[in-house]
């Protein structure tokens, strides 16, 4: 109980001084705290603790904690892979998709979604190192499938995620998160409204916030090392 609730308050003070050291507005990084494969007591003992998004990569494993849930008034985001089969139970369960990497999971999405829940917000995942087994799209699909994406109905696009190959030197993390943030300014200039970079986890969130990222994806750091 009190270490998910102490892990909290020093991630806390972790942004905190990390958006000062940046020189960054107090509070315009936001925690996603990444809950896969914990269980739903976890997350509720983070949620008394205060915290309200939380992110899920397997839809199964996810919605049996969302409906669990129930009314605890939490926001839910998708940051796995997404199959075309799995669509559905996003668009009815989920906030927030991270990972859209293609068109046809965006169409599905911008069909399946249920009117009364609202607009799904949705980051394009880009593929910043090009590694062959990790999802997104290439930086030079990038702006095409933006523009496709933003025109749909029912869902929202708010801007791009990453998740680069693995570096241990801060300035070397930098790179991948400065050419996301780039990526954005560029689809910015051509009209788009794009007000989110999802960047950064539990071994490179400092650099990511010192890129820009709005958004950063916490689950070791806060609910210790996963079993798997
Ligand atoms: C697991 C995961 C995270 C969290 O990673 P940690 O290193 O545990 O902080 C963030 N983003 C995605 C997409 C993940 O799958």
Not at 5 to 31: C, Q
Not at 52 to 67: L, S, Y
Not at 116 to 139: M, P
């Amino acid at each position: 109980m009190i270490r998910v609730t102490e892990n909290f308050r020093k991630i806390h003070d972790l942004l905190a001084a990390a958006e000062a050291r940046a020189g960054r507005a107090p509070g315009s990084v936001r925690l996603l705290a990444v809950s896969k494969t914990r269980p739903l007591e976890r997350v509720l003992e983070l949620a008394a603790a205060g915290q309200r998004e939380f992110g899920e990569n397997v839809v199964q494993e996810a919605v049996g904690k969302i409906e669990s849930a129930g009314d605890a008034d939490l926001v839910w985001h998708f940051i796995g892979h997404l199959q075309s089969n799995k669509t559905r139970d996003v668009a009815e369960h989920f906030s927030w998709v991270h990972s859209v990497d293609r068109i046809k999971i965006a169409r599905r999405l911008s069909r399946q979604r249920p009117r009364l829940a609202g607009d799904l917000d949705v980051c394009i995942q880009v593929n910043v190192d090009a590694e062959a087994d990790k999802s997104g799209v290439s930086f030079d699909n990038l702006p095409e499938l933006a523009t496709e994406v933003a025109e749909l109905p029912r869902i929202r696009l708010r801007g791009l995620m990453c998740l680069p190959a693995v570096r241990e030197e801060f300035d070397e993390q930098r790179l991948p998160f400065r050419r996301l943030r780039e990526a954005r300014d560029t689809l910015v200039d051509r009209g788009l409204e794009l007000d989110t970079l999802s960047m950064g986890m539990t071994n490179d969130f400092e650099a990511a916030i010192h890129e820009g990222a709005t958004i950063v994806r916490i689950g070791t750091a806060l609910f210790g090392e996963r079993d798997d």
